[in-house]
């Protein structure tokens, strides 16, 4: 749980290195909320996997941070009308980047389970570069959508930590895996954990 806490935090942090009160309002502040958290997730799925996994834990814990990726997805489709211009063809290229992010996270989640895992790699050390290698796509897409968007991170210092945070997580496997195995945790703490960061992200934004 700390572990996971901690990569929140990371991830929240740069949000609230300028202007922390200034926020878009409840509603997309709570919905872009949910959007960090499912990243933090994503990086902790990431962070927490090693040889000797819990792949039942792992599993659950990766079907969580999908839902809570659809959800941020969801919020705004389903809360706001105008929301839909930004799944057009014509919306800007960091939507698109998201929406290959949430594509290639499904499929990350999909390709994983047995049997359908057989059908694409039999070889399973095959298995495990291709899932790695898929899921730094994913987090590449993420990142991209994120940072580009300005939402949230505005200057370039906000930036350069973010991606930095993203870089350490994604690349940093031979120096986490020293301190040995890191426990999974169940899909109840991830939710908990998100609504906790999402709500402290949303209020500050919007309490006077």
């Known amino acids: 749980m700390k572990t996971l806490l901690a990569v929140l935090a990371a991830v929240f942090l740069p949000t609230m290195l300028a202007a922390p009160t200034m926020g878009a309002g409840w509603f997309w502040d709570a919905g872009n909320g949910l959007g960090f958290a499912a990243f933090g997730g ?6 927490s ?6 792949v039942r834990a792992h599993r659950l814990l990766g079907y969580t941070v999908l839902f809570v990726a659809v959800a941020h997805a969801l919020w705004f489709l389903l809360g706001d009308a105008a929301a839909i211009e930004y799944i057009k063809f014509s919306a800007p290229a960091y939507m698109w980047f998201g929406i290959v992010g949430l594509i290639l996270l499904f499929v990350l989640v999909s390709i994983s389970l047995l049997p359908d895992r057989l ?14 290698l898929l899921a730094v796509a994913t987090v590449a897409c993420c990142v991209y959508h994120i940072v580009v968007s300005h939402f949230y991170l ?16 994604s690349f940093g496997r031979p120096w986490w895996v020293r301190f040995g195995p890191l426990p999974v945790v169940t899909p109840t703490a991830m939710m908990l954990v998100t609504l906790l960061f999402t709500g ?9």
Do not use: E
């Not at 059908?119 to 790695?132: E, G, I, Q, S």
């Open 49 to 54: 996997s090693y040889r000797r996994i819990d």
């Open 154 to 169: 505005a200057t370039w210092y906000q930036a350069v930590l973010f991606i930095l945070v993203a870089t350490v997580a």
């Open 200 to 208: 402290i992200f949303t209020l500050i934004r919007n309490l006077p």
């Open 42 to 47: 994503l990086l902790y799925l990431g962070i």
């Open 119 to 132: 059908k694409v790699h039999k070889d399973y050390p095959v298995f495990l570069y291709w899932h790695r």
